[in-house]
């Protein structure tokens, strides 16, 4: 199966134990740190008690990929084109997609802002 980079919405409603992102558990997923980071966040908030045991579970599902400067440039105007097309896409949301973007792979997402981006797998 192919890989795809988990974005933190995908690896959230992985968690969260959403039937349409089953099939892509079984191919490769990669992801960087600052999405392991939104995720911790989103676990803190709901589930302090359990934040150590679930992320122990997050970072075995995916592979950690490096950023590089040209992705935080990328990441930087992919920001400002999409914000004067309208779309709220976060910092870390566009350099997410930047690496993905240089490692060739599908940015796996269900955030709405990315629904008619290419090279996005739109899941919802």
Known sequence: MA???????ALIEILKGNERYLPYMAGHLVTTEFNICEVAFAVCRDYPEKTRQVMARVRKMVALLPTTDEDYCEGAAMRRRTTGA???LSTIDCVGY???RRQKLLFLTGDREFEDIEDVEFVR
């Open 3 to 9: 890989s795809f980079f988990a974005d933190s919405y």
């Open 86 to 88: 309208g779309k709220k």
């Open 98 to 100: 930047a690496v993905s």
